[in-house]
């Protein structure tokens, strides 16, 4: 069966960012958006990102991305924003909406016109994947850069990723707030209700381990051979719950770790942390060919291996739920060399999803100037090129 394409075929901001008002309509395939540095063109990826779980490619509050004046001050008094997106799908159009409430100061979700809740409210029509000049410095940087790369790609493959990892979070904030209470008044915590906690973060945290184990290993087996002119490479794990899933079954590793949180919880309450848990976790890659750590390997190679795991990504989507992503790759190709650059470019293309790139030059897309649709991107509005 041949995986269906989905694609965003018109997108609308209001207040959003640079963006006071557009609608912009959209033909499938890849396409280039074009601009100086700061005419708005990361802001265009960035609203796509919210329609993925979580706060977007920035990382930003709902209440951050209204339109603001040079002076700083909001365009929009109340400080709501909009964005909404018709996209294509093998079933038929959809009409997918974001926003902020203002009394509320909160997301506000929409789709057919109907309010949704939760963070994985349109993952099943719409897979989202990402790339940001930030995440050049991925493999060299620290373990949570590499723990939210991680979990964004986990999240696209499968969305139930988001309600675990969300779940564990609310408990583990909990557990932790009792502990630092108990050591500021002296006072022994109630054990039986850490206990009930203790459980439920042992059963989501597994089960958030378990979905990242599983991804490696599928994406190891996608790119350990290459992907394209890009290098393979292996993925894995330094410690943690995942690779205790590799020795014992999860049931064994939820005991395991019930078992350590209860053992630390005076530790926890007197550092004010939670020292043991998959949000400790870290991501571990090595070159295919020569078998370096990443962030050992030269800056080229780190980037290639970024690239790959990317590609490879998109092609296990593809294959596994039978959807094409939406690809946002900002500022991709800068800093490759023009063989690099074209072997990108040319890479991209077989995907055969709606790939949204930037860039300051129509140039830097020469090597596929028949096959992409290019934007300019200037005072706040977006013009079709070509």
């Known amino acids: 069966m041949e995986a269906g394409s989905v694609w965003i075929s018109r997108l609308a901001c209001s207040h959003f960012r640079s963006y006071a008002q557009i609608d912009v309509s959209l033909p499938e395939g890849p396409l280039a958006f074009v601009g100086s540095n700061g005419a708005g063109k990361t802001n265009l990826l960035e609203a796509i990102s919210l329609f993925a779980p979580g706060r977007g490619l920035r990382g930003a509050p709902a209440a951050e991305v209204a339109s603001r004046n040079a002076e700083g001050n909001l365009l929009n008094t109340r400080g709501t924003w909009a964005v909404s997106a018709t996209v294509e799908t093998p079933l038929g159009a959809r009409q997918l909406g974001v926003g902020l409430d203002a009394p509320l100061g909160k997301r506000v979700l929409r789709l057919d016109g109907k309010n949704k809740n939760g963070a994985t409210a349109f993952a099943e029509i719409l897979p989202i994947l990402w790339l940001t000049p930030d995440d050049d410095a991925l493999w060299r940087g620290p373990a949570q850069d590499r723990r939210r790369f991680l979990d964004q790609l986990v999240a696209a493959y499968d969305p139930t990723h988001v309600s675990n990892a969300q779940a564990y979070g609310q408990v583990m904030r909990q557990r932790l707030k009792i502990l630092r209470d108990a050591v500021k008044r002296d006072a022994t915590p109630d054990a039986s209700w850490l206990d009930s906690l203790e459980e439920s973060m042992a059963r989501h945290g597994v089960a958030m381990a378990a979905a990242r184990r599983g991804l490696m290993r599928r994406l190891t087996d996608r790119v350990a051979g290459g992907v394209g002119p890009f290098p393979g490479a292996r993925l894995g794990f330094k410690a943690g719950l995942e690779t205790a899933l590799a020795e014992d079954s999860a049931l064994d590793v939820e005991d395991q770790f019930r078992r350590k949180l209860a053992e630390v919880r005076q530790r926890d309450g007197i550092v004010g942390q939670s020292t043991v848990g998959p949000h400790r976790s870290d991501l571990e890659v090595h070159h295919g060919v020569h078998g370096r750590e990443a962030s050992q390997c030269s800056t080229g190679e780190q980037k290639a291996l970024l690239l790959a795991v990317i590609l490879g990504h998109a092609q296990l989507l593809t294959a596994a739920r039978r959807l094409?992503?939406?690809?946002?790759?900002?500022?991709?190709?800068?800093?490759?060399?023009?063989?690099?650059?074209?072997?990108?470019?040319?890479?991209?293309?077989?995907?055969?999803?709606?790939?949204?790139?930037?860039?300051?030059?129509?140039?830097?897309?020469?090597?596929?100037?028949?096959?992409?649709?290019?934007?300019?991107?200037?005072?706040?509005?977006?013009?079709?090129?070509?």
């Open 324 to 386: 094409k992503p939406i690809m946002l790759l900002d500022e991709v190709a800068a800093h490759l060399d023009l063989p690099r650059r074209a072997a990108l470019l040319e890479a991209l293309i077989p995907l055969g999803g709606q790939i949204w790139m930037t860039g300051t030059e129509s140039i830097t897309f020469c090597e596929i100037s028949g096959e992409i649709a290019v934007f300019s991107v200037h005072n706040g509005q977006v013009t079709q090129e070509s």
